[in-house]
T-cell receptor, first 115, second 116 residues
């Protein structure tokens, strides 16, 4: 069964600093992987997705993630943090072992950005 | 183009009651999935509807049931509410691509359910 582990429940950076949010996955089949962002009292917004094409995936708002099969990782990065990036970030894997397309989420990482 | 909409926004119920949550998918989407997000946790998959049938289900009891209508909108029903059912309930819609695999799931703003 697929699963996702997000390392670090809380990450704090200064404005302009590098953002690195870690995600490791477990999957018995080639995975589809996603990063979503959730702002307070809102639903989830897709940042980017990996679907077995290019291993370096570029998303919205300057975020990108690299799929590394050997490390079973899909870490999210952004070169320079903005105050508006403060939010909850979720990594997810698609459960492709069944007929449907359920998303299996990690527990999330809260990103704080200080000025 | 309207995105995924959910109603109501907030709901307060007491233990033992029943609740129905509603979801309208993004225009052109035919698949609806429901997730439960407890406070401080990631969303957990409840079930997915396609062609008006439940085709995939997560680890939730039978108290959780759903329905998809011919216009692709969906309902989530929860019977015999427990305190632990208090959560944000998220609906996501997507378009089925049989040959192209996983399509993106777009999420609604959620319904906040409080059980007292």
């Amino acid at each position: 069964a697929q699963s996702v582990t997000q390392l670090g429940s809380h990450v704090s950076v200064s404005e302009g600093a590098l953002v690195l949010l870690r995600c490791n996955y477990s999957s018995s089949v080639p995975p589809y992987l996603f990063w979503y962002v959730q702002y307070p009292n809102q639903g989830l917004q897709l940042l980017l997705k990996y679907t077995s094409a290019a291993t370096l995936v570029k998303g919205i708002n300057g975020f990108e993630a690299e799929f590394k099969k050997s490390e079973t990782s899909f870490h999210l990065t952004k070169p320079s943090a903005h105050m508006s990036d403060a939010a909850e970030y979720f990594c997810a894997v698609s459960d492709r072992s069944q007929a449907g397309t359920a998303l299996i989420f990690g527990k999330g990482t809260t990103l704080s950005v200080s000025s | 183009d309207a995105g995924v909409t959910q109603s109501p926004t907030h709901l307060i119920k007491t233990r033992g009651q029943q609740v129905t949550l509603r979801c309208s998918p993004k225009s052109g989407h035919d698949t609806v999935s429901w997730y439960q997000q407890a406070l401080g946790q990631g969303p957990q998959f409840i079930f997915q509807y396609y062609e008006e049938e439940e085709r995939q289900r997560g680890n939730f009891p039978d108290r959780f049931s759903g329905h998809q209508f011919p216009n692709y909108s969906s309902e989530l029903n929860v019977n015999a509410l427990l305190l632990g059912d208090s959560a944000l309930y998220l609906c996501a819609s997507s378009l089925e691509f049989r040959e192209m695999g996983q399509d993106t799931q777009y999420f609604g703003p959620g319904t906040r359910l409080t059980v007292l």
